[in-house]
């Protein structure tokens, strides 16, 4: 089974800056997709971004493009969120997560593995 470890996650004042990466502990490693989501207290585990393993493709929630960018290096099995101009509404667990199969990225189902999550707190 594959392990995901998040790390980058911390403490930012509104308009700053967080690199999150999210590493695969395996050696053969082949998603089909690789994605984040956040999930604030008592709200839903919501997508954040997306991006598809073998031609790069990324997918972005709405409200968030344009803001956070994601990005991969398959020789690292790994996958990154650059989140930019932080807002305190930005605050919560991200989770990093691996799609082994095809399906809709936007969603949590499509998910096989998760990792443990990294809380990014904005707060002045």
């Known amino acids: 089974q594959v392990q995901l470890v998040e790390s980058g996650g911390g403490l930012v004042p509104p308009g700053g800056s967080l690199r999150l990466a999210c590493v695969a502990s395996?050696?053969?490693?082949?998603?089909?997709?690789m994605g984040w989501f956040r999930q604030a207290p008592g709200k839903e585990r919501v997508f954040v971004a997306a991006?598809?393993?073998?031609?790069?493709?990324?997918y972005y929630a709405d409200s968030l493009k344009g803001r956070f960018t994601i990005s991969r290096d398959n020789s690292k099995n790994s996958v990154y969120l650059q989140m930019n101009s932080l807002k305190p509404e930005d605050t919560a667990v991200y989770y990093c997560?691996?799609?082994?199969?095809?399906?809709?990225?936007?969603?949590?189902?499509?998910?096989?593995?998760w990792g443990q999550g990294t809380q990014v707190t904005v707060s002045s």
């Open positions: 395996r050696r053969t490693f082949s998603p089909y997709a």
């Open positions: 991006i598809d393993w073998s031609a790069s493709r990324t």
């Open positions: 997560a691996a799609a082994m199969a095809s399906g809709l990225l936007t969603t949590p189902p499509l998910y096989d593995y």
